[in-house]
């Protein structure tokens, strides 16, 4: 509901993530009706296609180029502590690149469009997405001015700073 209402305040972008489906949705037609399912999802949600963009994410090239340059410049160590692959592998899902990567294909997707704001609904941002952002504005990969509807940068930078490179801690 809030990515719909945002429509009234101003321009909306949003994107059908379909890279981040082929995680665990390995059966390419089963990932084209989903991604079909979604896109009528949002039209019946009432996303309006003349005040927002709605597209698929691998239609956009740039997304898996930035997403191999922001991976060659992440730490190992960040990596695997990212929650959704502990969580995930912990439920037996096989683990794979995609799976252990999926972070900074995030941070892709964020850093990609000069995203000025990202939201977030209840569950959806575990330490994962806070890391990450922080870790690229921390080296100055990002806009500073990046706003994630309820985190707190401050806070999670001063918590980061310095052990970004640090395993387990």
Not at 8 to 28: N, Q, R, W
Not at 72 to 83: K, N
Not at 101 to 127: F, K, Q, S
Request: with cysteine.
């Amino acid at each position: 509901r809030p990515a719909i209402e945002a429509q009234a305040k101003g321009e909306c972008f949003y994107f059908i993530a379909d890279y981040h489906s082929m995680t665990s949705l390995v059966d390419p037609a089963a990932r084209r009706r989903n991604t079909r399912d979604v896109a009528l999802d949002w039209l019946a949600c009432g996303l309006d296609p003349k005040r927002s963009v709605l597209w698929r994410q691998s239609d956009v090239p740039e997304v898996t180029e930035l997403n191999w340059i922001l991976g060659t410049l992440t730490p190992m160590g960040l990596l695997e502590r990212a929650h959704s692959y502990k969580d995930k592998t912990a439920k037996g899902i096989a683990p794979n690149f995609g799976l252990f990567a999926y972070p900074v294909l995030m941070a892709a997707d964020i850093l990609l469009y000069d995203t000025n704001v990202v939201p977030v609904g209840p569950g959806g941002l575990p330490g994962r997405l806070g890391r990450f952002i922080v870790m690229f504005i921390t080296l100055g990969f990002a806009c500073p001015n990046v706003c994630v509807e309820g985190l707190d940068l401050t806070k999670i930078q001063n918590e980061y700073e310095g052990k970004l490179y640090n395993k387990g801690k």
